[in-house]
Nanobody, 122 residues
């Protein structure tokens, strides 16, 4: 079973930056794809970014392209989401996710973290 733990959320002013971290258990295979989703109040959970097990394939939702950067350290089963130029609309609970298939992690990943709150003030 894959265990995921997010950290790095907090309160930041618009235009500021935050770095989210997702740490996976040692049982997580390095070949697993990982990703980030977010859920704002009153909205459904949405895809933010994903990265393949090798790190060669990275995808972002249009609203964060050019502002967010996803990376991973497969040896440590750790994924990072560097969020720059944050906007109030980025406010949400951010969830780490993982799946054995890259296509699945962007849509219906099997494993989820508990989430970390990101709040961006005007």
């Amino acid at each position: 079973q894959v265990q995921l733990v997010e950290s790095g959320g907090g309160l930041v002013q618009a235009g500021g930056s935050l770095r989210l971290t997702c740490s996976a258990s040692s049982r997580t295979l390095s070949t697993y794809s990982m990703g980030w989703f977010r859920q704002a109040p009153g909205k459904e959970r949405e895809f933010v970014a994903s990265i393949s097990g090798s790190g060669r394939f990275i995808d972002y939702t249009d609203s964060v392209k050019g502002r967010f950067t996803l990376s991973r350290d497969s040896a440590k089963n750790t994924m990072y989401l560097q969020m720059n130029s944050l906007k109030p609309e980025d406010t949400a609970v951010y969830y780490c996710a993982a799946d054995s298939f890259y296509t699945s992690v962007r849509r219906f990943p099997h494993y989820w973290g508990q989430g970390t709150q990101v709040t961006v003030s005007s």
